[in-house]
């Protein structure tokens, strides 16, 4: 099976602008997680999607959101960027069914915001 | 709230030697998944082994073993045979389920250096 795929793989945008980005998982998975990573605060979970829905949020402001399509590929978008955002965003997806809940991660999009 | 530490931010070890790093956790769940990632330049992050919490059976992948303590809340990973790809960035992690939906847990990671 083809791994978890995340597109683009760089961005570089500007302070107010808006960005999206996207996450193919690996076929059959249905869960998709997103995650940011930065050198001051590491990893940190920003939400969950299964069947396109959102299961669950971490403590992020509203302006990142994000979406799964009925394929189970997942979007994520950030409005009115700051400098802050600035991260390598992660994206994970897993079966979920009973015994498997790896979850398998994607090359990352490194976002840079100036 | 269910915490991750990883109290060596950076380990080295010669190769063909073994090296153990450490990781402890917060938690008041009963059942629970552990994991350790390996993240090398690339960024890609790479599962590497996993415990579930109910098994007192450590696990193994090849050179790679855990050796989990529930009640000290302890998961530390041992590296056999350090061979020069094992050098990465080690993540352990904890996965918790809040009303089925999942989430990952990260400790801060240990940058491990193999000398040839």
């Known amino acids: 099976k083809a791994g978890v795929t995340q597109t683009p793989r760089y961005l570089i945008k500007t302070r107010g602008q808006q960005v999206t980005l996207s996450c193919s998982p690996i076929s059959g998975h249905r869960s998709v997680s997103w995650y940011q990573q930065t050198p001051g605060q590491g990893l940190q979970f920003l939400f969950e999607?299964?069947?396109?829905?959102?299961?669950n949020k971490g403590n992020f402001p509203g302006r990142f959101s994000g979406r799964q399509f009925s394929n189970s590929r997942s979007e994520m978008n950030v409005s009115t960027l700051e400098l802050g955002d600035s991260a390598l965003y992660l994206c994970a997806s897993s079966d979920m069914r009973q015994g498997s809940y790896e979850q398998y991660f994607g090359p990352g999009t490194r976002l840079t915001v100036t | 709230a269910q915490t991750v530490t990883q109290s060596q931010p950076e380990m080295s070890v010669q190769e063909a030697e073994t090296v153990t790093l450490s990781c402890t956790y917060d938690?008041?769940?009963?059942?629970?998944?552990l994991f350790w990632y390996k993240q090398p330049p690339s960024r890609q992050m790479i599962l590497v082994i996993r415990?579930?919490?109910?098994?007192?059976q450590n696990a193994t992948e090849n050179r790679f073993s855990v050796n989990f303590q529930k009640a000290a809340k302890s998961f530390s990973l041992k590296i056999s045979d350090s061979q020069l790809g094992d050098a990465a960035m080690y993540f352990c992690a904890y996965r918790t389920i809040i009303q089925g939906a999942q989430k990952l847990v990260f400790g801060q990671g240990t940058r491990l250096t193999i000398n040839p």
């Open positions: 938690t008041s769940e009963s059942d629970y998944y």
């Open positions: 999607y299964f069947s396109e829905t959102q299961r």
């Open positions: 415990q579930e919490a109910y098994k007192q």
